[in-house]
């Protein structure tokens, strides 16, 4: 079964930016996986933020930037906002089943 | 809008079963995919499964294939997701999310459904 890793931490300040990544198992990540990335509050559902490796939502803030780096997929919070401070996880399709990676916890300080 | 809502919160006993439910609106409920997703306690998200509710199609994940059954009420427009033989680590908020994007992306989420599994 594929493992999907995330690192578990990232601080960041306000106004910084910071690139979370998402690595398979199976070897690398690329557009056929088709990662999406997903914000979640506490006490909230996970909001769909960027899907397809680098589309957006009409909701999604033109800071969350999404992009394949070094065989992983990557979300970049660019000019980081203090209401960004959420759980991230990704997500994407090994050829038979969606996969969640274990999520990056991003404090904003 | 589009809104996807589940049912409320459930308390269950080792070895009973579960069924949550997901009312949607805002769409045609069989124009596109359902899919489910539980998040144990403090614990990440775990994909299940989905449903075509259109044909009435599934698929699971292995580890739930034999315990889970996903059906639905297009006259409602609501899914639903039964899991049977429930123990202590079943215990998780249940989501149902809508598939989209050419079934590349999981849009709009319910609000979650907490089912608790205990003695």
């Known amino acids: 079964q594929t493992v999907v890793t995330q690192e578990p931490s990232l601080t960041v300040s306000p106004g910084g930016t910071v690139t979370l990544t998402c690595a398979s198992s199976?070897?690398?990540?690329?557009?056929?996986?088709?990662p999406n990335w997903f914000q979640q509050k506490l006490g909230q559902a996970p909001r769909a933020l960027i899907y397809g490796t680098s589309k957006k939502h009409s909701w999604t803030p033109a800071r969350f930037s999404g992009s394949l780096l070094g065989g992983k997929a990557a979300l970049t919070l660019s000019g980081v906002q203090p209401e960004d401070e959420a759980e991230y996880y990704c997500l994407v399709y090994d050829g038979s089943a969606w996969v969640f990676g274990g999520g990056t916890k991003v404090t904003v300080l | 809008q589009v809104q996807l809502v589940q049912s409320g919160a459930e308390v269950k006993k080792p070895g009973a079963s579960m069924k949550v439910s997901c009312h949607v609106s805002?769409?045609?409920?069989?124009?596109?995919?359902i899919q489910w997703v539980r998040q144990a306690p403090g614990q990440g998200l775990e994909w299940m499964g989905w449903m075509n509710p259109d044909s009435g199609d599934t698929h699971s994940v292995q580890k739930f294939q034999g315990r889970v059954t996903m059906t639905r009420d297009t006259s409602s427009s609501t899914a639903y997701m039964e899991l049977t033989g429930l123990k202590s680590d079943d215990t998780a908020v249940y989501y149902c999310a809508r598939g989209n994007c050419n079934g590349d992306c999981f849009d709009f989420w319910g609000q979650g459904a907490l089912v608790t599994v205990s003695s």
């Open positions: 199976t070897g690398a990540v690329t557009s056929g996986y088709y």
């Open positions: 805002g769409y045609t409920f069989t124009n596109y995919f």
